[in-house]
């Protein structure tokens, strides 16, 4: 029987250098860095999630990076369909990227949930804008309410307009038997999981770059669209605070302060669920407790032990 091809999951929280090491490992195998990571898909994003530069995209072949218009929001079914359409063509495909979810739907697949009506999302996004997030969570049937954070207004309006459009909690949906079963791949995941003091000050050095960078003018040419503010690429990092900042609602430093503050809370949710979901067999997983900045500062060592591990699975 004709052993399945490896891919390798490269996955960790915001700020933990998934993408210097995933262009490390490219370049050393010959890979191809898919991007999974639902913010980088944004085109007009570039600075504030931090997608690789031109110049480190030409080292190494990269997909699925800044694709898609801030207007279309991508759902995990879309992104699922073209990762699996890069993975067929690289030599080595290596997913990178934060979001569980998209990791999950490879390894696990996808629950059947019918297409909701257009009905059921004016109105989850017409209560959202009155409600609140935390008065839309409150309206959801009590399973699904459970598994969502109050405050998650992109999770909690998909799980409020599958409510109405099916008449079905999402927890529901997704106990049924999957629609899409595992991808046919073999599996290596590899965590990066720094200290968190380590993180938080990743996270607030990064800031600052993207704000000497362009974060602002990047924010105010996304305003100008004029878009639905219910659209996952009007609730990334920095993008709330930053249009704040613009709007006259809030100062400059304390936007900075609130975003790093945001993301860093929500870096610790992506830790914890990537400690609690196994991406690979724990045989075929290996996991960093320390963050990638760049080949000069990963010692070698480490970078060696990665690299073995790889090549044990090839």
């Known amino acids: 029987m004709t052993q399945r091809r490896l891919a390798l999951l490269l996955a960790g929280p915001t700020a933990s250098g998934k993408s210097a090491l995933a262009l490390a490992l490219a370049r050393r195998f010959g890979g191809t860095v898919i991007n999974a990571d639902s913010m980088q898909l944004y085109r ?4 504030l999630t931090a997608r690789p530069t031109p110049e480190e995209e030409a080292l190494a072949p990269h997909r699925l990076y800044g694709i898609r218009p801030a207007a279309e929001a991508a759902s995990v079914a879309w992104w699922r369909e073209a990762a699996l359409a890069e993975m067929e063509r690289a030599e080595l495909p290596i997913l990178c990227g934060g ?4 990791f999950l739907s490879l390894t696990d697949g996808l629950s059947a949930i019918p297409p909701v009506p257009a009905e059921a999302r004016t109105e989850a996004r017409a209560l959202l804008a009155t409600l609140g997030a935390p008065g839309l969570h409150a309206r959801l049937d009590a ?7 109050p405050g998650d ?3 909690v309006t998909r799980a409020y307009e599958v409510l109405i459009g099916t008449g079905r909690g999402l927890a529901v949906w997704q106990r049924e038997a999957p629609q899409t079963g595992p991808a046919p791949w073999r599996f290596a995941a590899i965590r990066l999981d720094p200290p968190r003091d380590v993180l938080r000050e990743a ?7 993207m704000l000497a960078g362009g974060a602002m003018e990047e924010v105010q040419a996304l305003l100008a669209q004029k878009l639905d503010a219910a659209l996952p690429a009007m609730r990334a990092h920095g993008v709330p605070e930053l249009a704040a900042v613009l709007r006259g609602e809030m100062a400059p430093e ?4 609130r975003a790093i503050l945001n993301t860093g809370q929500y870096t610790k949710r ?3 669920w990537f400690r609690h979901h196994e991406l690979a067999a ?6 960093i407790h320390a963050r990638m900045t760049g080949r000069a500062q990963f010692q070698e060592s480490e970078l060696a032990e990665i690299f073995a591990f790889v090549e044990k699975r090839r």
């Open 203 to 209: 996270i607030a050095a990064r800031f600052d770059a």
């Open 143 to 149: 399973e699904t309410a459970t598994q969502l954070r």
């Open 44 to 47: 007009e994003l570039r600075v």
């Open 282 to 287: 724990p045989s075929e997983t290996h996991i």
């Open 270 to 272: 992506q830790a914890t």
């Open 99 to 102: 979001t569980g979810l998209y």
């Open 153 to 155: 207004s992109q999770r």
């Open 254 to 257: 304390a936007a900075r302060q």
